[in-house]
């Protein structure tokens, strides 16, 4: 198996599972009973809270950990509108956001809120002056993403906490695509809030965090105990956070081999892709750009249908078109940038792990080569551009 989607989730690293196996069977005692072998596992948990932290400069009493971003996402979002409800209602985000922060904000509308999407340009990256513009004085919260998980376009993410310091707006970023990818700093950033998540980084699924800054009044999400410092409650995940621990440690010890190297196969990817493919195109910045995303549009062909050859090759990826109820909705992010509904149902994302190898870049486009060529043969569309606009020697290029 080729593994190309990266984005979607990660292989637990082998560290990481020798981190995590003690306390399924061994130290399992619930981290906040008062023996000494709780106490163990609770030591193991604020270590991971300081791993965790010191990836983007926060203090480690500023991390609360939860089952994953989305949850981060609701928590942040929805608490912070609740906790500043007497100031105003207005919230400001971005039009390419994850779901869990898009959902979040439509289930916020509902609730009497207005929320204004800003857009992007055609690269992906946030129009800082139409966020500017955006801004009103009952305006409570601006959540931008650190990195879109589509086309890994990185956002202005300091100029962005400027502008919203300066209006005296609380500031959250998803920073699930970039916590240990790329350098974060919760102060240089001034960021109030930011989501992240285990599975992005290796860690297991189910696990996340939300950093809050210490003194942002925001209100608890879940209801019970009184684990995180009563804020979040639960039994802890010892497993898990300690597992978020460990890929934290590993991310901010390599960050920077790890994302030299996926940066080259990406190019590398990239490059044979635009040379060899005709057709196609990049999606999202070409330098702004998370180290590990490529995302391609392929005219004349179906995503979905490139996906389902690409497996039958054993390769995973995946598209900018999720189907869903039924309905083959375009993706937004896609749609926001500017591309037609046709060029957003030929997209292809594939994203890379410091674990790729150029080995499986050259199987992988050799494969989507052959693929790509057979989805045209077949394609009346195809066909039909032949005939009328273009020459063979055009399109063998
Ligand atoms: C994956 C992802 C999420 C959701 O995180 P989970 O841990 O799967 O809940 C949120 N935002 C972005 C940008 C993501 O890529």
Known sequence: MIYLDNAATTRVSEEVFEAIKPFFCEQYANPSAIY?????????????????AALVGAQSNEIYFTSG????????????????????????TSAIEHHAVLHTCKALEKQGYEVTYAGVDENGVLRLEELE???????????????????GTIQPLAEIGALAKKHGILFHTDAVQAYGHIPLDVDAMQIDMLSASGHKLHAPKGTGLLYIRRGVKIGSFIYGGAQERSRRA???????????????????????????REREL???????????????????????????????SFRFVEGESVLILLDQQGICASSGSACTSGALDPS?????????????????????????????????????????????????????????????????Q
């Open 266 to 296: 990406r190019d590398y990817l990239i490059s044979r892709v635009l040379h060899e493919i005709p057709y196609s195109r990049l999606n999202g910045d070409a330098d702004r750009r998370l180290p590990g995303n490529a995302n391609f």
């Open 234 to 260: 639960g039994t802890l995940n010892t497993a898990g956070i300690v597992g978020m621990g460990e890929a934290a440690r590993l991310a901010r010890e390599r960050m920077e081999e790890n994302a030299r």
């Open 332 to 396: 937004h992010v896609l749609l926001a940038i500017g591309l037609t509904h046709e060029a957003a149902h030929g997209s292809l994302r594939l994203t890379l792990s410091a674990e790729n190898t150029r080995e499986e870049l050259d199987y992988t486009v050799d494969r989507l080569k052959e693929i790509i060529k057979r989805l045209r043969d077949m394609s009346p569309l195809y066909e039909d551009f032949r005939k009328h606009n273009r020459t063979e020697a055009e399109y063998v």
């Open 133 to 151: 513009r955006a801004i009103r004085p009952d305006t409570i919260l601006i959540t931008v993403m650190a990195a879109n998980n589509e086309i």
């Open 69 to 92: 971003g989305s949850e981060a996402d609701n928590w942040a979002i929805r608490a912070a509108a609740e906790a500043n409800q007497g100031k105003g209602r207005h919230i400001i």
């Open 36 to 52: 000494s072998a709780a106490g163990r596992c609770m030591a193991a948990v604020e270590a991971a809270r300081r791993q965790a």
